[in-house]
Each structure stands twice: as structure tokens, then as C-alpha cells.
T-cell receptor, first 115, second 111 residues
């Protein structure tokens, strides 16, 4: 199994839909992250979880709702998104405590298109 | 204001050529990472540099951290099509203890 796996790889949804992105890490890491990657913009940190507790929320709109049931799994629940939310959503993990300074191991990403 | 600027933004070269990618800032970093992201994949860590002036080599890739820890460069010798991808630098800000990503350099190497 690869270190960090994300599903689905591609998702198309309407603005009124509710969907979820899933991430699983098999590295025994303590911290997990959600990043947003849009064209022509740097990677944007959305959420950080350390040992299942949220330690950072970078002013992300409430239509994005993270969930971390254990240290190996991370979800991003999506509700009433806007077309400008279309992007590649990357999950990552790190061995540190979620200080967001360590080396990151990324999943392959979930490409989201909002119609 | 973007704290980490990468240049060039795009680079298209022939196999066998040499190239250098730059990562510049006016801020000081305690460490700096380089990632490569291939099409359809997530970024993969290539190297971390932590000491001002440090040089690290990874086969045909040479990474350098500036003496003042405000900038870094990546030099690729004899580029190959397998080097194609998006190169991202990411630095840990000294004053904020936070990792930020650069704007990225998209490299295409033609056979």
C-alpha cells in the first residue's frame, strides 16, 4: 500500500450536493493536513490535525468541514460549494506533532470540479 | 504579498540541457524543502536544507540554501524527460514557525 491514499481521485458535484473526500495514511504519522492547490496559486493550508485534534484552521469557509476520527484517517466534508472551490485537494501527513514545520508526505490528491 | 517567489514560472527545455530554478524571499527560514509534483500526483519531497550555505546533491540535482537563509536554488544537470513536473520550494518561517509554499516552477523536458 502507498503511504497516503486519497479517494475519490476525481469528483464532480453541483453546488447543492454534499460529498466527502477521504484520506488514509499508512505511515504511523501523528499529524494530517488538508491543502488546496489551485492554478497559479501556491499550496494553501486548510486544516491541521495532530493526534486527532484540530490544531489549525486557516480561515476556511464553513462549507468545508474536516473530520479526523483517528490518527490514520482524515475526511473533508463538502457542502454547498462554489465554482471557485474547484481545485486539487491534497492530503498530507507528517511525523511531527502537527507544528506544520516538518516534512510532508502527500497523497495523490482529489480533483474537485464544482458546477 | 507572496513570501516565496519561484522563478522561472515555466521552463521548457530539451533533454540533456542544464537548468536552474530559484526560490527567493525577503524572509528568513529555519529550513527549506524542495518537492517535485508529477502530473496527476501529489508532491514528493526531494530534499531538506537547514544550514545557510548548505549544498546537497541528489544524483543530477544540486540544491543550495543561501547564506542568509532567505533563498535557495535547484540545479539540474543533463535534464531528462523524467524530470518533468512542478517543482515546489517550501520554507519554515523563523518568525512564525510555519511552513509556506512557493509559487512553483513547471518544468517540461522534451526528448
Amino acid at each position: 500500500e502507498t503511504g497516503v491514499t486519497q479517494t475519490p481521485r476525481h469528483l464532480v458535484m453541483g453546488m447543492t450536493n454534499k460529498k466527502s473526500l477521504k484520506c488514509e495514511q499508512h505511515l504511523g504519522h501523528n499529524a494530517m493536513y488538508w491543502y488546496k492547490q489551485s492554478a497559479k496559486k501556491p499550496l494553501e493550508l486548510m486544516f491541521v490535525y495532530s493526534l486527532e485534534e484540530r490544531v489549525e484552521n486557516n480561515s476556511v469557509p464553513s462549507r468545508f468541514s474536516p473530520e479526523c476520527p483517528n490518527s490514520s484517517h482524515l475526511f473533508l466534508h463538502l457542502h454547498t460549494l462554489q465554482p471557485e472551490d474547484s481545485a486539487l485537494y491534497l492530503c498530507a501527513s507528517s511525523q511531527d506533532s502537527g507544528s506544520n514545520t516538518g516534512e510532508l508526505f502527500f497523497g495523490e490528491g482529489s480533483r474537485l470540479t464544482v458546477l | 504579498t507572496q513570501l516565496l517567489e519561484q522563478s522561472p514560472q515555466f521552463l521548457s527545455i530539451q533533454e540533456g540541457e542544464n537548468l536552474t530554478v530559484y526560490c527567493n524571499s525577503s524572509s528568513v527560514f529555519s529550513s527549506l524543502q524542495w518537492y517535485r509534483q508529477e502530473p496527476g500526483e501529489g508532491p514528493v519531497l526531494l530534499v531538506t536544507v537547514v544550514t545557510g550555505g548548505e549544498v546537497k546533491k541528489l544524483k543530477r540535482l544540486t540544491f543550495q540554501f543561501g547564506d542568509a537563509r532567505k533563498d535557495s536554488s535547484l540545479h539540474i544537470t543533463a535534464a531528462q524527460p523524467g524530470d518533468t513536473g512542478l517543482y515546489l520550494c517550501a520554507g519554515v518561517l523563523v518568525f512564525a514557525d510555519k511552513l509556506i509554499f512557493g509559487t512553483g516552477t513547471r518544468l517540461q523536458v522534451f526528448p
